[in-house]
């Protein structure tokens, strides 16, 4: 099997929740996961629709993501809680 010159391929290519990366031994995946904005995002309903379907794909088969998922909604909902206690304190309630 002949090989293409290297100048002929770029260095990486992206595609959804992956790169595939030209390395010495040829292309070999790396897996790329959602940023921690992003998570937190998506935990407070407000990623843009556009974004919603890669992310929730990348979800489907990342269990590390999944996990940074869980733990991102219970801070978000332990924030929430907090902000409204600190709230209803100004009220007197």
Do not use: W
Request: glycine share 6%; net charge negative; hydrophobic share 45%.
């Amino acid at each position: 099997m002949l090989a293409a010159p290297r100048d002929q391929f770029p260095a990486t290519v992206q595609i959804p929740s992956a790169l595939l990366f030209l390395g010495e031994i040829g292309y070999r995946e790396i897996v790329v996961h959602i940023s921690d904005n992003d998570l937190e995002r998506y935990a407070l309903g407000s990623l843009p629709e556009a974004e919603l379907a890669p992310l929730e794909e990348h979800l489907l088969i990342c269990s590390e993501c999944r996990d940074r998922l869980e733990a991102t909604e219970q801070y978000v909902m332990a924030m929430l809680a907090a902000a409204a206690h600190i709230r209803n304190i100004g009220t007197g309630k």
